[in-house]
Structure formats: structure tokens, C-alpha cells
């Protein structure tokens, strides 16, 4: 197994959950990009679950997090089929962690781009 990823999202809170933190790191395999999340101090949810994606933005600017852009959709295809749309978060005590592979993306095109913790679970039908 690799041990230095290609990639790596710092993740970061804002005001209103500046305890939010982590890190997704990314592996390029020879078909895959391997993702391993590890994500502490999301706040409570009433589903347990949060949205995650690779979003087409290249900075979180603001509290808001308005400069994040929509989510990384180079193929234009319907949402959850977008190559940014990741599985879910489960939270569990305030953390969450994730390993999953895909082949929508390599990690040469997702640098740059924002990683983004939704503050709700993903409908996997409602176009962001």
C-alpha cells in the first residue's frame, strides 16, 4: 500500500463549526483514485449522514464558502453521476471516516479544486 498520497484536502470549519478539521488524501492507482477521509468535529446531524464533494472552485473563501463552485461535473452528466459526487459521511461521535475508490477522476484533475463537508445528507437527486 502507498503510503505518501498524491493529494491532500485540509479541511477546515468556519465560524459558526471552526472545530471542524481533517484531512482527505488522495492515491492515484494504475484504474483508481483511491480516497481515504478522516474528519473530526462535525456537529450533530439529524440524518447522521453529511454530503461530500469535489467541487469545480479552487478556493472556500468567506464563512460561506460561496467561492466553492458547483460540483466538479467535467462530463456535464446529471447529478449524482458528477465525477466530484462522493458517498456520504457517517457520522460517528463527531467523526467521520471514509476510504473509497473511483474511477470518475484522476488526482491530476481534481488539484486545486475544493473538497466540500455539506451540512446535510445528499438527496442524490436535487441538482446542486
Known amino acids: 500500500m502507498q503510503n505518501c498520497p498524491d493529494a491532500i484536502a485540509y479541511i477546515r470549519g468556519n465560524d459558526r463549526f471552526p472545530g471542524l478539521s481533517g484531512e482527505v488524501r488522495f ?3 494504475q484504474h483508481f483514485v483511491r ?3 478522516d474528519i473530526r468535529g462535525l ?9 461530500f ?3 469545480e472552485g479552487t478556493d472556500c473563501g468567506g464563512s ?3 467561492n466553492t463552485g458547483g ?9 449524482p453521476n458528477h465525477a466530484g459526487d462522493l458517498p456520504p459521511l457517517l457520522l460517528c461521535q463527531g467523526d ?4 473509497v475508490a473511483t474511477d470518475r477522476f484522476r488526482v491530476c484533475q481534481i488539484i486545486g479544486r475544493t473538497v466540500v463537508i455539506h451540512s446535510e445528507s ?3 437527486h436535487t441538482q446542486p
Not at 456537529?43 to 454530503?51: A, K, L, R, V
Not at 467521520?96 to 476510504?99: G, H, I, K
Request: aromatic residues 16%; negative net charge; proline residues 11%.
Open 96 to 99: 467521520a471516516r471514509l476510504c
Open 35 to 37: 480516497i481515504v477521509a
Open 122 to 124: 445528499d438527496d442524490f
Open 71 to 79: 460540483h466538479y461535473n467535467p462530463a456535464q452528466v446529471p447529478h
Open 43 to 51: 456537529p450533530p446531524s439529524s440524518s447522521g449522514f453529511f454530503g
Open 53 to 55: 464533494h469535489i467541487h
Open 27 to 29: 492515491y492515484q492507482k
Open 64 to 66: 460561506d464558502f460561496s
